[in-house]
């Protein structure tokens, strides 16, 4: 992770003090090796092999329900790292979503982007493609790592990967000019959850900037193949909306222009910090 962006973090606690960096290794700016810690509450998040470990200590150690189902997913994501990207049908489909998703993201040289929840980076490499810098957050440190090693084969390096909880994200208030976030919101177990996740999307995001979120959609279509609620192999959960419940949920933070169903098995809605 490059040093000069330590000062675009913060506690994902909301503690709003800057960060202090002990730092153990470091290349040409980049820090391999440091633990960040908070000047407020004294918590101390780790960056391993680059990537900063922002996870809070609530979804760590919590045993609420909400919590346990989280730690569960994550593990389940870590487990199946090795396989995700092997999937066929999901790079079949990503040859039409990720156009479609960058056709409503209008991405440009000078945008700082946050893509919440970005896996094994399936996408991270085309959208740094397109912007200034990118904030790559992901709860799957596991996932993090492939994603790390596909940025580096590719010689990009205007990514910055983060560990987070997207319901809990450690960036400064209105930090990004457009965020986007694929497939990750029908994974939240709650609606307190998937609430809080697009709360926390509008806050780091700019007054006016674009927000790009997909999620399952339940239409007539999707009825034949599964739930409304259910769980993926591996203990994944997951909520498809009607097109009326994710407008309103979305409604409650930021303005939606655009909701399509194009893509079949998911909505995409281009929307509006106000």
Partial sequence: MRRSLFSL?????????????????????????????????????PIEAGIARMLPQTLLKAEDEEASRKRREMAARDAQVNSYDKMKGLALFGKIEIPVTLSQ???????????????????TPVFAKRCKTLFAADFSFA?????????????INNVDLVQADVCALPFKTTLFSKTVSCQVLEHLPTPQARAQMI???????????????????????????????????????????????????????VNVHRMTGALVYHYLARCEKS
Wanted: aromatic share 8%; proline share 1%; hydrophobic share 30%.
């Fill in 143 to 155: 996932s993090l790592k492939v994603c790390a090693e596909k940025l580096e084969r590719q010689g």
């Fill in 9 to 45: 973090l913060r506690c994902p606690t909301g503690c709003e003090e800057e960060l202090y960096a002990q730092v153990y290794s470091e290349t040409d700016g980049k820090v391999d090796s440091a633990t960040l810690i908070c000047t407020t509450c004294e918590a101390h998040y």
């Fill in 199 to 253: 709360s926390e999307i509008a806050r780091v995001t700019q007054a006016g900037g674009r927000i790009v979120i997909s999620a399952y959609q339940h239409s007539l279509f999707t009825r034949l193949f599964g739930e409304k609620e259910g769980e993926h192999e591996g203990g994944i959960y997951y909520y498809r909306f009607s097109r009326k419940e994710l407008r309103h949920l979305l409604a409650e933070q």
């Fill in 105 to 123: 993201m209008n991405l440009h040289a000078g945008d700082v982007l946050l893509e919440a929840g970005c896996g094994t980076g399936r996408m």
